[in-house]
């Protein structure tokens, strides 16, 4: 088998080497062929065709499955693209490069990291002169181009080495973060080979961890068998250097995939334009994982395969779209999902043909079939059945004629006759829990939609994708959905329960269903279009906001006379009920997104501030090697070590907020409150702001130190704001703390001059705000509010004083 790079032979691909080399793919039964990169192939497609059954690629390979392509992504390696510009050292900004020759930049996906940071400076291709390629610095150093791309892997070494100057534009500065060195394979290939394409992996992870330890071994390895460019030893350690720093290895496992990370660049790329025709949208599908793509039986359930020749299997042989039989042939929806069964089976299916579903379960009662198809889990059922997990979810209807009222309550119906297929699991429900209703069993849908039409009876219950089909495919104008069940209908495969083996097996072929198998098969038998995979989660929200609007309307337009008293106290009842349970929806919604968007800020802040501290150390190193000492530059070095401490500190205790995970300490407030200065006491000291402090030693508290010294820092910076906004001569902010009662009162009150009551009344409102949006978004005392009194058990409020306004936060003293 083989892989096929991205590129030419370089420390790049360092852990595929090594893994070849060292005989990691050699441990786990892989004989594998590196194929150097050649321009004039297509990397997808050489992978796609079978030319090669594995692929590096840029995070271009996401834009491609979103079109549509049956590519699958196996495992990452670079956490952040070493693709960037570098420009004559008298350009300053991105926004300066307007009209400059720049090599290597077009509209190709591959460069969206470029294209998106020209774009934040107003620019597009058409705004610049474009050179082709040529991989060459030579023109950048002529001067005869204003800007080039350039890899920090490779071209920074070679202008480093000719002292030239220049300067770079990294689009990781502005928020363009992608992937790089991406390992993927073809979705025929992870399907029949799932544990192949796991050891792959593997022995790929395992290459590179041992690269990364072993940077000049490699090296020496590519420079006898790889060196195709005849780089020097030199400039390939710096490439293995830098490929270190941006694998980030001591923060992610090498190889790993975040999920949330794909997702955003699949997101940018449909933002952007560059996915035109967007086809594939479960990134859940796109991300391999062995349990989603392997189907291994076991040793005894391939003997039992081997043994058995031939599965039966009995349906209901006229319930369209869902399944039946026509001349002999098993047809509808069920049968799609059949083949895609069969094709992880050694031997067929066969469908028992029967005149009725009546007739097939008796069939199945009597092992006279293995398996009935599309059977819901009863009680009564599971003494004669196994039930594999379901894989398809069905609201169940009653239909009636035109000219009957609609139904707001099943159970208001009154004593009806309702007509119902026999031996559907339906019978069972309402006969359970709907006593006002007569079942009367019927032979199919159609023998029940008769008995409406020639009032037989009330109304017709079943599949509401069943009803829908018979009324797009037949004349029921005079019919139309009363009333829908609570209920839903789940349907899957009926096992006979002294067949252990089979239903097994047929779990795992129902574990392995995707929800685009399931999209492209309801598809095919609807003439609704769906943008997205068929969600049903999503259509009985839909269905759910339906009936309160269809409830809402009844009661403002019928007669009130016609509604009697019963109905309409619980309809009243109801709709208090939901408009409780919307409210509760709508502010667990808000702060599932404040989660959520404080998950993608953490994300975004851990690698420069990782960058930072390394920097920081890397400084502190040199400077002592160069036994150069500064007290005040020492002092700067602890400062920034400090305050990126803090930032990676403030992430964890905002993401903290929202689990319900977090641990509490005993800490010294006093210690927590000079903690708190000091992270502000630089803007504090710039505008002459004093600060006091009166609290005694030795108050402590057991509690989350972390946030309430965010709490802290919030009500500070609000302080200064307010201050240097009033121009206050001698600005003071005082803290003191209380102990009374049993109760810590911590006080942050200012010179300011106070709040309006109009303000003060709104002050913890979320996104309100005196300041200009580029201060402030609002939430600082929002949040500060809600991590007092709902993390904390706590108050936070604010209240004036003769002078200014003082935050008071009140704490109970623990016991613990």
């Known amino acids: 088998m083989s892989l096929q790079l991205q590129w030419k032979h370089q420390f790049e691909f360092a852990g595929f080497y090594a893994a070849k080399e060292k005989g990691f793919f050699k441990d786990v039964g892989l004989d594998v062929e590196l194929l150097e990169y050649d321009s004039t192939k297509s990397i997808s497609e050489e992978v796609l065709e079978g030319r090669a059954q594995y692929g590096l690629s840029y995070s271009s390979i996401i834009a491609e499955y979103l079109e549509g392509k049956p590519l699958v992504l196996v495992a990452n390696f670079f956490k952040q693209s070493p693709l960037v510009l570098i420009a004559q050292e008298s350009i300053e900004s991105p926004k300066d490069l307007k009209g400059k020759k720049i090599m290597g930049v077009s509209d190709s996906i591959d460069n969206i990291t470029l294209l998106l940071m020209l774009d934040k400076f107003g620019l597009k291709t058409k705004d610049i002169i474009n050179i082709p390629a040529s991989f060459k610095i030579d023109e950048f150093i002529n001067k005869k181009i204003d800007a080039m791309s350039a890899f920090t892997t490779n071209e920074l070494y070679y202008l480093n080495k000719k002292g030239i100057k220049y300067t770079i534009f990294d689009p990781v500065v502005y928020g ?116 989603a793509f392997s189907i291994s039986f076991s040793q005894k359930e391939k003997e039992y395969l081997k043994n058995k020749k031939i599965i039966s299997m009995c349906v209901d042989p006229n319930w369209m779209p869902f399944e039946a039989l026509v001349n002999g042939e098993y047809i509808g929806l069920n049968s799609e999902f059949l083949k895609l069964f069969q094709k992880e089976l050694s031997i067929p299916i066969k469908v ?9 379960v008796k069939l199945a009662r009597e092992k006279k079939c293995d398996v009935l198809s599309l059977l ?27 000219d009957k009222a609609s139904v707001v309550d099943i159970y208001t119906i009154g004593k009806e006759k309702i007509a119902v297929v026999k031996d559907y699991a339906l019978v069972d429900i309402i006969r359970d829990k709907y006593k006002n209703l007569e079942v009367i069993e019927v ?46 209908l789940s349907f899957g495969f009926g096992v006979r329960e002294d067949d252990i083996h089979l239903y097994n097996i047929l779990q795992k072929l129902v574990q392995k269903l995707s929800e685009d198998d399931k999209h492209d098969i309801l598809k095919k038998y609807f003439t609704i279009k769906y943008e997205q995979k068929f969600d049903y989660s999503l259509f009985y929200q839909l269905f759910a906001v339906v009936l309160i609007i269809a409830i809402i309307f009844i009661y403002r337009n019928v007669k009130i006379k016609k509604l009697n008293e019963v109905l309409q106290e619980k309809m009243e009842a109801e709709l208090k009920k939901s408009s409780d349970k919307d409210k509760m929806l709508f502010h667990q919604n808000k702060l599932a997104a404040m989660g959520e968007m404080l998950e993608n800020i953490a994300h975004q802040w851990r690698q420069p501030l990782t960058q930072i501290n390394s920097s920081v150390l890397l400084i502190d190193d040199i400077l002592h090697e160069k036994n150069f000492r500064n007290v005040d530059v020492e002092e700067r070095l602890l400062e920034i070590e400090s305050l990126t401490k803090y930032l990676s500190n403030t992430i964890n205790d905002f993401k903290d907020f929202f689990a319900n995970d977090k641990m509490k300490n005993e800490f010294l407030l006093r210690e927590m409150i000079e903690k708190s200065i000091y992270i502000v006491k630089g803007s504090l000291k710039k505008n002459n702001i004093e600060v006091t402090v009166d609290i005694e030693n030795d108050f402590r508290y057991f509690g989350y130190e972390g946030e309430l010294q965010q709490v802290v820092v919030v009500i500070l910076n609000n302080a200064k704001d307010v201050l240097l906004s009033r121009n206050i001569n001698s600005p003071i902010i005082n803290i003191s703390i209380e102990l009374k009662d049993g109760f810590y009162t911590i006080r942050i009150c200012d010179n300011a001059g106070g709040i309006t009551k109009n303000i003060r009344e709104k002050i913890f409102e979320p996104y309100f705000t005196t300041k200009h949006k580029s201060k402030g978004t609002g939430l600082g005392l929002y949040m500060s509010k809600k991590i007092i009194e709902e993390s904390m058990d706590g108050e936070l409020n604010v209240k004036n004083h003769n002078m200014g306004s003082c935050f008071e936060i009140k704490l109970k003293v623990s016991s613990d």
């Open 176 to 291: 363009a973060k992608y992937y790089d060195v991406n390992l993927f394979t073809s979705k025929k290939e992870a399907l029949q080979n799932p544990q192949r394409v796991q050891r792959f992996k593997e022995a790929s992870i395992r290459g590179w961890e041992y690269a990364l330890k072993h940077k000049e071994e490699v090296v020496d390895i590519i420079l006898q068998k790889y060196n195709t460019q005849n780089k020097s030893k030199e400039a390939l350690l710096f490439e293995a250097k830098q490929i270190e720093q941006l694998m980030f290895a001591n923060i992610y496992k090498v190889g790993s995939i975040d999920k949330d990370r794909v997702k955003i660049i699949a997101d940018s790329f449909m933002q952007a334009g560059f996915v035109k025709k967007i086809k594939n949208r479960d990134i859940e599908s796109f991300i391999f994982e062995s349990s």
């Open 376 to 402: 819901m889990q009863t009680k009564d059922r599971e003494k004669d059945f196994n039930f594999p997990t379901p894989y398809l979810d069905v609201p169940p209807v009653i239909v009636t004629k035109t």
């Open 443 to 488: 032979k199919d849908t159609e023998e029940g939609l008769k008995k409406v039409e020639n009032g037989e009876v009330f109304g017709f219950a079943g599949s509401s994708v069943a009803i829908e089909y018979n009324f797009q495919h037949g004349d029921y104008a005079s019919f139309k959905i009363s009333a829908h069940f609570a209920e839903k």
């Open 352 to 360: 028992i043909e029967t005149d009725s579903w009546s007739e097939s």
